[in-house]
């Protein structure tokens, strides 16, 4: 087995395992949360799906790419070559939506109040569910155009206008077709990035004013409550800074694919080894930074180890 491809192999199997758990046990405890509360607010919906669209990505894209680099090629057939480039392509397309959705929710949060933004805050907190199924619509009928051209091999086809993803194949039928969906997906990337980059610029300079003003104040009830509001926006931040980098690599990576017809496969590798990093990093941040997340951790380890002693108790008496 080459260096490349095992270093390849062994960085998606570092992802796959940090990443699928990750995720998994945000969607499980926000479950929780929702069962025993009977709710979940605008921000634990908003995480909820980022982590949904994060396994949905691991599953689809770094599983088949580290199985490619262990020598397993054209794994599935058409119809799951379909299944699995429409799930990886509309999930990565929410990726950066839900990211975006996310830095804009938070500046709304922070922004200091007046009349007109408290009835505009409200506004926009009741209609979160509506806004995530208008960006899986608009996401799903972007890539629900390359259904039809996604396949197993290009062997039998004889087109310059493909993306070769190792495991299967995405064949355009021509040139046109392929630059515009690729100039959609460019166009969606930019537009929701400057959404991202103008909210997260705000959300910082919004903390750097209540810092400085917190210095001048006596309030320790008020201290707290912006400190915890502070600690959830520079997640947010961070997470911003993460995907521009991210996914700023995998755009640079894609207009070379644009450029380039019959680019080579290392160049998809690497586009999607850098998507895949968002997905799993992101679930790192949220665990590290969410505070219902991270008390429901604290409840559920001690119940976990009380239950595995009883297991062990109850296998030594049999």
């Not at 299944?83 to 975006?100: A, L, N």
Request: aromatic fraction near 12%.
């Amino acid at each position: 087995m080459e260096l490349h491809l095992l270093l390849e192999a062994v960085g998606y199997i570092i992802l796959i395992v940090i990443g699928i758990p990750g995720n998994l046990t945000i969607l499980i405890l926000f479950a929780h949360i929702r069962i025993s509360t009977k709710k979940l607010l605008p921000i634990d919906l908003i995480l909820t799906n980022l982590a949904f669209v994060n396994v949905i990505t691991i599953l689809s894209e770094a599983i088949p790419q580290c199985l490619t680099a262990f020598g397993l090629h054209r794994l599935f057939s058409d119809v799951e070559c379909m299944i699995v480039i429409f799930s990886f392509f509309s999930t990565r397309g929410m990726s950066i939506c839900i990211t975006s959705l996310l830095s804009c929710y938070q500046l709304i949060i922070i922004f200091p109040h007046s009349s007109k933004i408290t009835i505009f805050k409200n506004n926009i907190l009741k209609r979160v569910f509506q806004i995530i199924s208008l960006l899986w619509c608009f996401n799903i009928f972007i890539y629900v155009w390359i259904l039809p051209y996604s396949y197993s091999d290009a062997e039998s086809f004889e087109s310059e206008n493909i993306v070769d993803l190792e495991y299967c194949v995405i064949i355009f039928p021509n040139y046109s077709y392929f630059m515009t969906i690729g100039a959609v997906r460019i166009f969606r990337d930019f537009l929701f990035l400057i959404l991202m980059v103008i909210a997260s610029t705000f959300i910082v300079l919004i903390l750097y004013r209540h810092n400085r003003n917190m210095k001048h104040t006596l309030n320790s009830s008020r201290i707290q409550s912006d400190s915890t509001e502070g600690r959830v926006a520079k997640g947010v931040v961070t997470m911003v800074v993460m995907y521009i980098f991210f996914y700023g690599v995998d755009n640079i990576f894609w207009l070379y694919t644009l450029c380039i017809l019959k680019a080579s496969p290392e160049i998809s590798d690497m586009r999607t080894f850098f998507t895949t990093c968002y997905s799993v990093f992101s679930s790192v941040i949220i665990i590290l930074m969410n505070k219902k997340i991270k008390r429901a951790l604290k409840l559920a380890i001690p119940c976990i180890k009380s239950q595995s002693r009883e297991n062990i108790v109850s296998h030594v008496q049999i």
